[in-house]
């Protein structure tokens, strides 16, 4: 499993919100607490970072909903780097004012300014407790370092090299969930081009991407 891999499926999740407004009721909280909860006293931004990691069968330092006791673990089990990020890092943020760990989210990609990551519970309205997994754009100045977590490899092997571009060549492990996501639409190529069934025939599929989107499929994210 690669770091980009765990991004990509962080990225699975966008657009999933707390409900109602403002509760701090959401799928992840209910995940990491055993039972559903809301309130003040259940931020989930390290929560969603915690699920993520756990369905991604990758190991963090520690089991946490803070993202200065993640941060201490990582200092401790030499996981923490503060240079070259890469994606599947979870970064930590100290935003002006609060707290010296306010916030985090899973590293997509590096940019000149700064890091696009996937973070849970931001928003417009606030970027450490706004609600909702959204991508957002974070500049240097506010990223206080970032967990890496050992079990992840950026080593390209034959096997991660394979694609698959139609259903049909798709293992049969994966077919199931990929004719679900192609017939809803989730799935529809870049190029227009189609098999012989009318699928989509330009899907440009990894193995490890399957995985991803059978372990997702299994745990009911699509329904």
């Known amino acids: ?6 991004a990509r ?14 509760s701090n009721h959401v799928l992840y909280n209910t995940w990491y607490y055993g039972q559903e909860v809301s309130g003040s006293s259940y931020p989930w931004c390290m929560v969603f970072v915690q699920w993520v990691f756990d369905l991604a069968g990758v190991a963090l330092p ?33 935003f002006p004012g609060g707290a010296a760990t306010d916030h985090c989210g899973i590293v997509e990609r590096v940019t000149e300014s700064g890091v696009i990551a996937i973070e849970g519970n931001t928003g ?14 974070r500049a240097w100045s506010v990223i206080v370092g970032a967990v890496r977590a050992k079990d992840l490899t950026e080593e390209v092997t034959k096997e991660m090299e394979e694609r698959f571009n139609t259903v049909a060549n798709c293992p049969s492990w994966a077919t199931p969930t ?27 599929l990894s193995r490890d991407m399957l995985r991803i989107l059978v372990i997702c499929d299994r745990a009911g994210v699509f329904g």
């Open 62 to 94: 520690q089991r946490t909903a803070s993202c200065g006791a993640l941060m201490r673990a990582a200092q401790m089990s030499g996981q923490w780097v503060t240079e070259d990020f890469c994606p599947g890092d979870v970064v930590i943020y100290d």
């Open 178 to 204: 990929v004719e679900k996501l192609v017939a809803l639409g989730y799935l529809t190529g870049s190029s227009g081009k189609v098999d012989n069934q009318g699928r989509p025939a330009d899907l440009d």
């Open 9 to 22: 499926l962080a990225a699975t999740q966008l657009g999933t919100s707390e409900s109602p407004p403002g």
């Open 1 to 6: 499993m690669t770091g980009l891999d765990v």
């Open 124 to 137: 417009s309205g606030s970027d450490a407790d706004g609600g909702q997994v959204q991508r957002r754009s």
